[in-house]
């Protein structure tokens, strides 16, 4: 008879993959808010540890002066008010539908939405689009909706966006993207694409926004996150 010999390890290897209840968990969301994230490509199944952990490593968006503006949204669906074909994010959407589906109709300031300038597109706290907001262009005829709300339509330049990562070039074309990509905090299942180059005054506010986490609270998809008062 062979008596079996041990040894000791401080730590536990892990598996490569992990499960929906774990990512979940993990990330601070409930099941159905990781559904989404995987329907939306943000994630893909089978869930790899790596990916949920560069998600979860990510810092939480914290305001030092001004203030960003804040569309937080679902998966993609098809929209049920006027003006737009979808409502929602997916990662393997043109930018044309992407602008078309996060950029209005919603109820919101139009005034400090413009003021602010810069709209960041968030699902579940992770940022999936940034825009520089240029206009309004129904400010002066918004649309009434059912409950008698106003609701506006916004302009805007695309900063950031995420896309999958099976479409991605062989080469980042900016300094932002290599930047980006060199925080540690993009996982294996998309890629950030940004439009900015190193001399961009939204450079930093493109690193800083779409390497993190975003929580505001507010009473319905528009939201605001301030500096110190």
Not at 158 to 179: C, D, F, K
Not at 188 to 198: I, N
Not at 207 to 227: C, F, K
């Amino acid at each position: 008879m062979t008596i079996p010999t041990f040894g000791s390890s401080t730590t536990l290897a892990q598996p490569e993959t992990i499960t929906r209840h774990a990512a979940a968990v993990q990330l601070g969301i409930t099941h159905k808010s990781l559904s989404m994230l995987i329907t939306a490509g943000i994630l893909t199944e089978p869930l790899l540890r790596a990916d949920v952990d560069a998600l979860a490593a990510r810092d939480r968006l914290v305001g030092r002066s001004g203030e960003l503006t804040v569309l937080r949204i679902g998966a993609l669906t098809p929209a049920s008010d006027p003006g737009r074909q979808f409502i929602g994010f997916a990662a393997d959407i043109d930018d044309q539908q992407l602008a078309d589906a996060t950029l209005g109709m919603w109820r919101a300031n139009p005034e400090r939405v413009i003021g602010n300038r810069l709209y960041a597109v968030a699902m579940r706290t992770i940022p999936v689009a940034l825009f520089a907001i240029t206009g309004c262009p129904n400010i002066d005829a918004p649309l009434v909706d059912d409950s008698g709300k106003l609701r506006y339509r916004f302009d805007g330049e695309l900063l950031a966006r995420i896309e999958p990562a099976a479409g991605r070039p062989g080469q980042p074309t900016s300094t932002a993207e290599n930047t980006i990509d060199g925080h540690g905090v993009v996982p294996s299942s998309f890629w950030v694409r940004s439009t900015v180059d190193a001399s961009s005054p939204y450079r930093a506010a493109v690193e800083a926004i779409m390497t993190s986490r975003i929580a505001v609270d507010s009473g319905g998809p528009v939201g605001y996150l301030s500096g110190p008062a």
